[in-house]
Structures are given as C-alpha cells and as structure tokens.
C-alpha cells in the first residue's frame, strides 16, 4: 500500500518557467511534509517542509502548497535553472513520529 | 558543521554474507534514521535510533539490525544477504523535538551490490 505518490515520474521544462510538481498522499494521520531534491550518487538533499496546520510555505524560487482536504501538495520551483535538474521527492511524517513515508520520484529536467 | 557521512561509499558482497554499513550524524543530531533505496523508487525506513535505543522499525526482517553508539554514530548490519538487498542504503541524522518535528538530513550512501 503506498501511502505517498507522485504519479508523474518525470518533467521536462524551459529553463526560466515554472516546474510544478504533485504529490498525493492517502494517510490523513501524515502531518508533516517534505521535498528533498537528489543528484546522481549522492544523498537526498533536504529542500522545503510544510506542517498541516498551513497552506502554503514559501523559501525563495521554491513554495510548497498542501490541499488537505484532498491530500494533495505541490512544489513550485520559480524561476526553474538548469541546476534544478535531478529527482524530487515528496515525504511525509507524523507528528511526533519517526520516519519518513516517500514518493517514487519525479525526475526533472530543466533545458536551457 | 559536519553533515552526515556514510562508509564506504560501494559495497560488493555475495549471497550468505553479512555486512556493516556506518555512519556518523551531524553534529548535534542525537537521532539517527537508515533508509533502503531500491533502484527507480523512493527511500523506505528500515529502522531509527535515539540515545542507542531502537526507536521505531519499518517492514524489514530481523536479519536487518542495528546500533548506535555513545557519539551518536551508527552502523546497519545485514545478515545472510540476498540478491533483493541490493540498493543505496542511507543514513540520515536528526534533532527530534526541534520546532514542530524534526527534519532529518541525509549522507551520501552507500552502494550495496549483492551478486
């Protein structure tokens, strides 16, 4: 059963437009979310985080937006770079809790 | 500050053999957390440790343990390995009780080729 998706396993977009990439989750017990960002042969890279208390937080190019009704975030990366480019990947936690629920992925690969 | 380190980075084991993979938390983390990477998904938590205990495990054998030491260090052991083994295995630290939750950072890797 998995708890966390991200149905779009890749995107490609022009350097200088919007990246949006979706998650969805099926857990309504999960408070905590998560982005992290992973190049080729290195560790997940910590990126923007969200509390279920709110919807929307923002960190220069990158906002995340949670739809908790329908179990629903996004993150938005604004302007997109060519450094951007590498696999996202959308987490969530519990309150309090100990691990981290991820998605498959979404590679993303920004042109020049 | 120190981030997360992992050792080694690439790891070639055959079938029935046992492995320790380590790692060293970031500074002032108290909290370590390891995760197996399949190829083409996502991290899936094997197990956490908090002040050398074990503190939560997910849908793993008994033959995947662990420890943490007094500095906050870990190593994953894995027992009679399997072919399905094979994967980045990864280690992250965190700071639990930090503002809502905590997030946790995460090392390198390590690769575990098991033939």
């Known amino acids: 059963d998995q708890q966390v998706k991200q149905n779009s396993p890749s995107l490609s977009v022009q350097e200088g437009r919007i990246s949006i990439l979706n998650c969805d989750y099926t857990n309504s017990m999960f408070d905590y979310f998560l982005w992290y960002k992973k190049y080729p042969a290195e560790g997940p890279t910590f990126l923007i985080s969200i509390s279920s208390i709110k919807d929307k937080n923002e960190d220069g190019r990158f906002t995340v937006f949670l739809n908790k009704s329908a179990k629903h975030l996004s993150l938005h990366i604004v302007p997109s770079q060519p450094g951007d480019s590498a696999v996202y990947f959308c987490a969530a936690m519990r309150a309090a809790g100990n691990k981290l629920t991820f998605g498959g992925g979404t590679r993303v690969l920004v042109k020049p | 500050e120190t981030g997360v380190t992992q050792s080694p980075t690439h790891l070639i084991k055959t079938r029935g053999q046992q492995v320790t993979l380590r790692c060293s938390s970031q500074s002032g983390h108290n909290t370590v957390s390891w995760y197996q990477q399949a190829l083409g998904q996502g991290p899936q938590f094997i197990f956490q440790y908090y002040r050398e205990e074990e503190n939560g495990r997910g849908n793993f054998p008994p033959r995947f343990s662990g420890l943490q030491f007094p500095n906050y260090s870990s190593e994953l052991n894995v027992n009679a390995l399997e072919l399905d083994d094979s994967a980045l295995y990864l280690c992250?630290?965190?700071?639990?009780?930090?503002?809502?939750?905590?997030?946790?950072?995460f090392g390198p890797g390590t690769r575990l080729t098991v033939l």
């Open positions: 992250a630290s965190s700071v639990p009780g930090r503002e809502w939750t905590d997030t946790q950072y």
